[in-house]
Structure formats: C-alpha cells, structure tokens
Nanobody, 125 residues
Framework: QVQLVESGGGLVQAGGSLRLSCAASVRSFTMNTMGWFRQAPGKEREFVSAINWSGSRLYYADSVKGRFTISRDNGKNSIYLQMNNLKFEDTAIYYC??????????????????WGQGTQVTVSS
C-alpha cells in the first residue's frame, strides 16, 4: 500500500511561485514512477509532469514547460513541483500520483495506481 500526502498549495498572485511537495510512505520508493496531475473546476483531471525512478527522465505538459520543474529526493521519499510564473489558468487541485515501474505513457492517468488527496493551488489575476 502506498500513501501519498501533498503539501505546499495556497493562494498566490499571477507571476508568483509555489513549491508543491509529495511525501510517499512506501518501502521501495525508488521503484516508483511519480507524477503530478491537476483538476480545475469543471474540467477533467490532466497531466502536469512526471519523473522516472532515478530522476533522469522528466516529462511536462506543454502548458507548463519552462515554468514548472519536477524533482525527487529518494532519500526523503518525496517529489516536488516548483511552479514559477504562475498563471490564472494554473488554478486547480494538484494531485500526486505513483506507480511501481515505468509506464508506457507517463501522461496517462490510468497508468498510475496510487493517488494523494490533492492540494489546492489558487492563482489570482
């Protein structure tokens, strides 16, 4: 069983920054592919970013490339999402996700087995 706990969300003005964290309670964290998804009001959940077990492969949605950076610290069983130059349209609940092993498509919601409860990010314009 994998438990994921997100933190770091909040209210920020457009152009500002936030850093999300996701702590995982799992014995073999290094085996996990980790990802971030988000769901805005009235919209479906969408892929934001993902990172493979070693941190050597990073994946981003086009909408966040150049502004968001995903990273992981396997010693702390944690991943992070540094979000810079935030825009109003980044407002959403952000979810951390995990799966054991590498998926064929890092951007698919169905590729992940475990999910956190989410953290709210609100960007004011």
């Amino acid at each position: 069983q994998v438990q994921l706990v997100e933190s770091g969300g909040g209210l920020v003005q457009a152009g500002g920054s936030l850093r999300l964290s996701c702590a995982a309670s799992v014995r073999s964290f290094t085996m996990n592919t980790m990802g971030w998804f988000r769901q805005a009001p009235g919209k479906e959940r969408e892929f934001v970013s993902a990172i493979n077990w070693s941190g050597s492969r990073l994946y981003y949605a086009d909408s966040v490339k150049g502004r968001f950076t995903i990273s992981r610290d396997n010693g702390k069983n944690s991943i992070y999402l540094q979000m810079n130059n935030l825009k109003f349209e980044d407002t959403a609940i952000y979810y951390c996700a995990a799966r054991i092993g590498s998926p064929s498509n890092y951007g698919l919601e169905s590729a992940y087995n475990y999910w956190g409860q989410g953290t709210q990010v609100t960007v004011s314009s």
